[in-house]
């Protein structure tokens, strides 16, 4: 049998109890679920620092761990299904359900009801809390830090505009892997900012390409784009902010930029020598 070993939980030596009668392994684990402690958590390749960080996990997320080894987790995300390695100190057990999510580029935890008070941490865009009680400006959380109350929406709400929520991260650094303001790529800023707006988008633009929204009806000469169509190229998503300009998350400037669509086209193809492959409308 083949399969996506992004999504898949399987290795020769060891796979999930659900996949046995599927995938062949020495031996098989139940798995436990467990849930990102840390603001976030680079999910690797392989269980060491200096492996490649394929994707992140942000505070709140819950995930299933088939192992622990050596101070790795090795486990699959529930949000997107990445299986990867977490850093076994990032995780905790004791899993408590969201109810409110961080709706800014990032936002304090105060130990304290009060701005004058020592921050104790600080979350990104997309983190899930726990909110325990509110007062007229902050939210205390479960943990027992304090955010202001403003920086959260509540979970089962959608947000709006997710082009908007995109354009938050202007200028943040690119980062493989990346899916907060501290570092970025290209297809973490689409899934960050549709999952805001209750889209269930995958991690990697292979994924996307195939499965968000459907092909938008546009010519050679790329025209009726609209705001929020996605265009792809191999390996690559930028997000339109209008008929013209795209927002996206590229290794050329190293940073999200705003550029024109026209541009950034003849520049992958005379250098990447790489055509767009579809644009999709979400």
């Not at 995780?91 to 009801?113: D, E, F, G, I, M």
Request: negative net charge; glycine residues 6%; charged residues 25%.
């Amino acid at each position: 049998m083949t399969y996506d070993p992004r999504l898949t939980p399987a290795r020769p030596d060891l796979a999930a109890e659900h996949l046995r009668d599927t995938v062949a392994a020495e031996s098989y684990a139940p798995g436990r679920r467990m849930q990102i402690s840390i603001a976030f958590a680079d999910l690797r390749r392989s269980p060491s620092e200096s492996a490649a960080t394929d994707t992140q996990a942000l505070y709140g997320e819950t995930l299933i761990v088939y192992e622990d080894k050596d101070g790795w987790s090795w486990c699959q995300l529930d949000r997107d299904r990445y299986v990867g390695y977490i850093r076994s100190d990032a995780l905790t057990s004791r899993v408590v359900k969201p109810n409110q999510r961080v709706r800014v580029r990032h936002t304090l935890v105060y130990s304290a009801p009060d701005i004058k008070s020592p921050p104790i941490a600080a979350l990104p865009f997309g983190a899930e809390v726990h909110v325990v009680g509110a007062s007229e400006k902050f939210c205390e959380l479960h943990t027992g830090g304090h955010v202001f109350a403003r920086h959260l929406a509540v979970s089962t709400r959608p947000l709006s505009d997710f082009v908007g929520l995109a354009e938050m991260f202007l200028h943040t650094p690119y980062l493989w892997g990346g899916k907060t303001d501290v570092g970025i790529d290209c297809s973490g800023l689409a899934q960050v900012a549709l999952i805001a707006v209750g889209v269930a988008a995958p991690r990697d633009t292979d994924m996307m390409e195939t499965m968000l929204g459907r092909p938008a009806d546009v010519d050679e000469r790329l025209r009726s784009l609209r705001r929020g169509d996605l265009v792809f190229w191999r390996g690559h998503v930028g997000i339109m902010q209008n008929e013209e300009m795209l927002l996206h998350a590229n290794g050329y400037t190293m940073t999200v930029a705003s550029e024109p669509l026209a541009v950034v086209r003849d520049r992958i193809r005379s250098t990447d020598f790489s055509e767009i492959t579809s644009v999709r409308r979400v």
